[in-house]
T-cell receptor, first 113, second 115 residues
């Protein structure tokens, strides 16, 4: 069964304290792995797409990496405005499933000044 | 571009009532989908469409209907609302093509309460 597990469920950091969020996945053929940011009361906001093991993407203080079993979202010197829930999702290579995404439960990140 | 828009933002229904959640996108995306988000359950796919006139069921389709008569619009109908349908509903859209994965863009959500 295709599955996505994110850890930790919640993470509290001090401003400037770097850390990583983990997304472990099992899928019958990975088409793509996605990272989203979700602020309270809003829809998920797209951050990155990763397609193959070894790939890395960066955006400001965020860097996403991918292996054959997991993805990491590294946050370097975070600021309070980075506080949000970060969602990981995978898309499997399954005929007739269209663009179906399988989401993890998310990691709630809180960055204190 | 407005992106993905959803109406209404909030809705309260009584058990047994029906309603339609509206979703529209102006990015000419082929793929559109509806998710529900519940605490501790993550985002779960309700229905999706890969083009006008084509729809299919996702993970939790019971109690919901969809149709896609145009590329831009993908309404979600609740046939007879139940308290278990209390949730936040998100519409999303993306390009679509076999052999390629595309990011999905989400709307702002509709918060639905069924009493």
């Amino acid at each position: 069964e295709d599955q996505v597990t994110q850890s930790p469920e919640a993470l509290r950091l001090q401003e400037g304290e770097s850390s990583s969020l983990n997304c472990s996945y099992t899928v019958s053929g990975l088409r793509g792995l996605f990272w989203y940011r979700q602020d309270p009361g809003k829809g998920p906001e797209f951050l990155f797409t990763l397609y193959s093991a070894g790939e890395e993407k960066e955006k400001e203080r965020l860097k996403a990496t991918l292996t054959k079993k997991e993805s990491f979202l590294h946050i370097t010197a975070p600021k309070p405005e980075d506080s949000a829930t970060y969602l990981c999702a995978v898309q499997a290579v399954i005929y007739n499933q269209g663009g179906k995404l399988i989401f993890g439960q998310g990691t709630e990140l809180s960055v204190k000044p | 571009n407005a992106g993905v828009t959803q109406t209404p933002k909030f809705q309260v229904l009584k058990t047994g009532q029906s309603m339609t959640l509206q979703c529209a996108q102006d990015m000419n995306h082929e793929y559109m989908s509806w998710y529900r988000q519940d605490p501790g359950m993550g985002l779960r796919l309700i229905h999706y469409s890969v083009g006008a006139g084509i729809t299919d069921q996702g993970e939790v389709p019971n109690g919901y209907n969809v149709s896609r008569s145009t590329t831009e619009d993908f309404p979600l109908r609740l046939l007879s609302a139940a308290p278990s349908q209390t949730s936040v509903y998100f519409c999303a859209s993306s390009y679509y093509g076999t052999g390629r994965s595309y990011e999905q863009y989400f709307g702002p959500g509709t918060r639905l309460t069924v009493t």
